[in-house]
C-alpha cells in the first residue's frame, strides 16, 4: 500500500510522540526535569528523553531515534503499514486541533481534541444530524 507524503508527514509531525509513548502505547515513564523519560523499546535503558521540536524520543544509550511510526513498529512489531495506518486513523483529531487551538500553540492530546470539539458542537447552533 502507498501512502501519500502528507500522511506520513502529518504522522510523524502532528502526532505528539509524548502522546503515542503515554497514552497510545501506554509506556511506563516518568518526568525528570521537565523531560519525559521512558524505557526504550529497542534496549530497555530509561537514558531516554523526547524532543517537542522535531516530535522525536531519543535513546542516548543505544542511540535509537524514534518517532510515532517507529514506536509502534518497535514496541507492537508492527509493519510499516500497519503503523502508518493505525496512526492515520488519529491524524485527524491532531488536524482539527490545530485548526481549533492554532498550529503551534501547544502540544495537545486525543482527550484534549475531543474536549473542544464536543464543546463547540454543543455550543454552536447546529442541530444533532438524525441517526438513520
Known sequence: MHYEKSI???????IPVDDVIIGFLGLDHRFHEGHLRF???RCSDRHTTTRNKNNLARCFRCKFQMNPIDLLMEVK???FQQAVAIL???LPFY????????PGKRR???QVVIAQIDHRWLSSSLECPDTP
Open 8 to 14: 506520513l508527514y502529518g504522522i510523524r509531525n502532528k
Open 95 to 102: 488536524m482539527l486541533a490545530d485548526q481549533l487551538l492554532g
Open 108 to 110: 495537545v492530546s486525543a
Open 88 to 90: 492515520a486513523r488519529m
Open 77 to 79: 512489531g508492527f509493519h
Open 39 to 41: 524505557q526504550c523499546p
